[in-house]
């Protein structure tokens, strides 16, 4: 544990900076969507389809919270490449997200201990 108020003060300025890099990440202008998008393979279930064989229909789909539900849905070939790219950047969002309320109870928790360092008992007689 830092003891020494030069040091917590030094550290509290590398969090803060740090805290303001991720941020920086958050005010991305590229367009995002939420869900994941991911090559779907699954069986229909009619007997002789080849899907029966072990041959697997495949497609490539998003799944997503609506609402209170979890929908999976179809992705046109023409829509792909888009819809990757819209994931990716709310998936980045996310993960930078994460990391400023991480790096936020960092700054936190320094500035308080930075207080505990720094006050002063008064009347001391009475404690």
Request: proline content about 4%; aromatic content about 6%; overall charge positive.
């Amino acid at each position: 544990m830092i003891e020494d108020l030069s040091e917590l003060r030094q550290s509290l300025g590398r969090a803060h900076q740090a805290a303001g890099r991720t941020l920086r990440h958050l005010q991305r202008r590229d367009p995002m969507t939420p869900g994941s998008f991911y090559l779907q393979k699954r069986r229909c279930g009619k007997p002789g389809c080849r899907c029966a064989r072990g041959e697997l229909h495949e497609a490539w789909v998003i799944s997503r919270s609506l609402g209170a539900t979890s929908r999976t849905l179809m992705v046109p070939a023409e829509q792909r490449a888009r819809l990757r790219q819209l994931t990716f950047e709310y998936r980045r969002y996310q993960r930078a997200r994460a990391l400023l309320a991480k790096r936020q109870a960092q700054v936190l928790g320094l500035a308080d201990r930075l207080a505990e360092l720094r006050m002063v008992r008064w009347p001391e007689e009475a404690l």
